[in-house]
Nanobody, 116 residues
Framework: QVQLVESGGGLVQPGGSLRLSCAVS????????MDWYRQAPGKERELVAG???????NYADSVKGRFTISRSNAKKTMYLQMSSLKPEDTAVYYC??????????WGQGTQVTVSS
């Protein structure tokens, strides 16, 4: 079964930066479109950014211009570079395949806290 392991979160001041990583345990990683999600306390999980197998990207309006999604197929890893962080970016960040039919189990996520 595919495993997703998110890392790179932490406590950062407003305006700061973090880079999240998502390691995926499948040899076919390069074939899959992938997404980053986040869930803030008391809120539903929301889509933050996505990247296709070919490297095309899309972003939620709330993070456009501040976050950059990328992937390394050789390392079977996806990244989320986050800059100009705001307190409202505070959430647990998760990754998963774009296609929900794959039913990959969610990882533990990585906590991002933006606070002074």
């Amino acid at each position: 079964q595919v495993q997703l392991v998110e890392s790179g979160g932490g406590l950062v001041q407003p305006g700061g930066s973090l880079r999240l990583s998502c390691a995926v345990s499948t040899s076919f990683f390069s074939a899959y479109a992938m997404d980053w999600y986040r869930q803030a306390p008391g809120k539903e999980r929301e889509l933050v950014a996505g990247i296709t197998s070919g490297g095309s990207t899309n972003y939620a309006d709330s993070v456009k211009g501040r976050f950059t999604i990328s992937r390394s197929n050789a390392k079977k890893t996806m990244y989320l570079q986050m800059s100009s962080l705001k307190p409202e970016d505070t959430a647990v960040y998760y990754c998963n395949a774009h296609n929900p039919r794959l039913k990959w189990p969610w990882g533990q996520g990585t906590q991002v806290t933006v606070s002074s």
